[in-house]
């Protein structure tokens, strides 16, 4: 499941970067398009970083930092649906995966933290 998780991670930035590069080059578009790169990319980095936690407790705070880059990426999408940049069938996919990647980090955390 690791790797799997690692892959969908990385294809989820990938299709943030995509959505990036089809923004309009509004102001409005590039600041909003600034924070959904960053936040968007990040939550496969912090899932890899957890993969080489020291401890149970430095996996749990990575884990739960992907999930708010994860909270932070779906309320960028929000606000472009609601400045209607995008439609929100044009990120309604993303959305799609921000909670289901939530929802699997979620789970990992309340796993981890059960163990203990």
Not at 88 to 112: G, M, S
């Amino acid at each position: 499941m690791a790797d799997d998780l690692k892959q969908r991670t990385k294809e989820f930035a990938v299709r943030i970067i995509k959505l990036y590069g089809s923004l309009p080059v509004s102001v409005e578009a590039q600041v909003i398009g600034k924070q959904i790169i960053r936040s968007g990319t990040s939550v496969g980095a912090h899932y890899r970083e957890a993969q080489h936690a020291k401890s149970d407790a430095d996996f749990i705070s990575k884990i739960e930092g992907a999930l708010q880059e994860l909270e932070e990426t779906s309320y960028w999408l929000e606000l472009l649906q609601e400045v209607e940049i995008f439609s929100k069938q044009r990120v309604a996919l993303l959305q799609a995966e921000t909670k289901e990647l939530t929802a699997i980090f979620v789970t990992i955390v309340k796993k981890v933290k059960t163990r203990k």
